[in-house]
């Protein structure tokens, strides 16, 4: 089962409380997956949230974007 | 529409999830909202619940308890009422296998204080948009799969 919040001694071992650590990961766990390191340091930022909180962050920007279709 | 708390639903809607889970009516949260829920960095517009039935009695009562009705006859069905715009029912899902199995495998979690639900997990979302290969669907790809492998790296 895939895990949905990261345990505390995850984000000690892999250095993902600050951007810096969370940057330097991303790139490895893009390299390894050829995905966009990007994208990985979005998801491991996310993983810091709540899943209500990732869900409001989600959903407030599909709503910014359709007023700014308008 | 959101409640003046900042959660992303409304109200009703979190009220609409309590009462289908206190009537125990079998459903799993699918689409791009399971996968944001589990870290996946894209934008969704709404909650896609798929049902094992929509025959089961438990729909309409919990729309009925919070102020609105269970149209079963629309294609596809909704929730319709004040502040349930946000959810929809999921009649199919490309790509999985059926609901039982599926539902089987899903994860608990709790979304709210109190309100835990079945979210399939992401690896099946994106073999489900896999599956749909629309354009909206292959979009979101690079997102899930960026998603799983930082998920899978971050457990190691």
């Not at chain 2, 790509?95 to 599926?102: A, K, M, P, R, V």
Request: hydrophobic share 45%; charged share 30%.
């Amino acid at each position: 089962m895939l895990p949905h919040t990261l345990p505390a001694k995850v984000v000690d071992r892999h250095g993902l409380a600050d951007r810096v650590g969370r940057r330097r990961f991303a790139e490895e766990v893009a390299r390894k997956y050829d995905v966009d390191a990007g994208d990985v340091e979005h998801v491991l930022s996310n993983l810091t949230l709540s899943p209500i909180e990732r869900l409001r962050r989600s959903m407030t920007r599909a709503r910014l974007g359709r007023i700014a279709a308008k | 529409m959101p409640d003046s708390d900042g959660l992303p639903l409304s109200e009703r809607e979190i009220e609409l999830l309590r009462e289908l889970v206190k009537a125990d009516v079998p459903f799993v949260l699918v689409g791009l909202g399971a996968a944001v829920i589990q870290g996946a960095d894209t934008v969704t517009k709404d909650l896609d619940l798929w049902f094992s039935s929509i025959a089961h009695p438990g729909l309409d009562e919990a729309a009925r308890k919070v102020g609105g009705v269970f149209v079963w006859r629309s294609n596809p069905p909704l929730f319709s009422g004040p502040g349930l715009d946000d959810i929809d029912v999921v009649v199919h899902c490309d790509g999985l296998q059926d609901f039982d199995t599926e539902y089987a495998a899903a994860i608990d979690i709790e979304l709210v204080s109190g309100l835990v639900i079945k979210v399939l997990p992401i690896d099946r979302v994106l073999a489900s948009k896999r599956s749909a290969n629309r354009p909206k669907d292959r979009a979101v790809i690079p997102a899930l799969e960026a998603a799983i492998a930082a998920l899978k790296e971050a457990s190691d």
